[in-house]
């Protein structure tokens, strides 16, 4: 493979995920413009990833791969099937297939595309949008430690990157890839309850998003356990321990590990159909 800023990368689909990714790459030197290109049915998705990455877009799947070393699949789940029929005849081992597909296995792309294609998958999520993003990897069989740095890589420049067996993508989906929403869910609840208290909803809503922005970055800048950062806030008989108290009460920490309970377990339902 060429060298990282040179790396000739393909998107098949050009939808919020992989447009977000390509100008995350692009932003970051990881490559340049010039060498990324993306296929999708959509006029309106492949002008977006044009406007804003400044990629070349196409309708031809073939030859995004033709053009690629390497090759991200960023379409829907139900439209895999059709899409991995259509590139097995040009999936060679020179060239690594990145999925963004949720749930699909990596033992069904290599079917798909072939017994000696390299292969990683890939759980994103969501605030990747926004350069935020969460994401975690797991190598098929035939890809290299070469292959795991380089998408470590490319995924790090909309966010952190953690390689993981396949066996937790799961759970993962669970915590990150569903989790979003339920920071959005206790953003919003925050937001209501400083205007229950009089606050005018913008002041409560930016006031709720900038603690829950700050609680995260202290939680991954200082290395801190949460508990011991939760202590430190809570003083003795303040108000943030009379807090605390109430939503131990309203089961607020068993309703959040229950949700990703649920979020798991659905993931595998999927991912078997």
Not at 72 to 80: E, F, G, T, Y
Not at 112 to 127: A, E, H, K, Q, Y
Not at 183 to 203: H, N, T, W
Not at 254 to 261: K, N, R, T, V
């Amino acid at each position: 493979m060429t060298s990282t800023s040179n790396v000739q990368i393909g998107f098949i689909g050009a939808g919020r995920m992989a447009t977000a990714l390509a100008c995350g790459l692009v932003d970051a030197g990881f490559t340049t413009a010039k060498c990324i290109i993306a296929s999708d049915v959509s006029v309106e998705a492949r002008q977006q990833f044009s406007n804003d990455c400044g990629g070349s877009v196409t309708t031809d799947n073939i030859e995004v791969v033709r053009q690629s070393e390497v090759v991200i699949l960023a379409v829907k789940p139900q439209q895999l099937p059709d899409v991995l029929g259509e590139l097995r005849l040009h999936a060679s081992d020179e060239k690594l297939f990145v999925s963004i597909a949720a749930g699909v296995p990596i033992r069904t792309l290599q079917a798909g595309l072939g017994d000696s294609t390299r292969l990683i998958r890939v759980m994103p999520n969501s605030p990747c949008l926004v350069r935020a993003g969460a994401s975690a990897f797991a190598c098929g069989k035939n890809a290299s430690k070469t292959d795991a740095e380089l998408v470590g890589a490319l995924l790090s420049t909309v966010g952190i990157a953690i390689p993981v067996p396949e066996s937790y993508l799961d759970a993962v989906t669970g915590l990150s890839g569903s989790g979003p929403a339920y920071g959005f869910q206790m953003i919003e609840a925050l937001s209501d309850g400083g205007v229950k208290m009089g606050l005018p909803r913008e002041v409560a809503t930016k006031l709720a998003a900038q603690t829950m922005l700050g609680a995260a970055r202290m939680v991954l800048e200082t290395g801190q356990h949460p508990g011991a950062l939760k202590d430190a806030v809570a003083s003795p008989g303040g108000t943030t321990i009379a807090g605390l108290h109430v939503m131990e009460q309203s089961g607020v920490r068993a309703g959040l590990i229950d949700a990703i309970e649920a979020a798991t377990l659905r993931s595998i339902e999927l991912g078997k159909s």
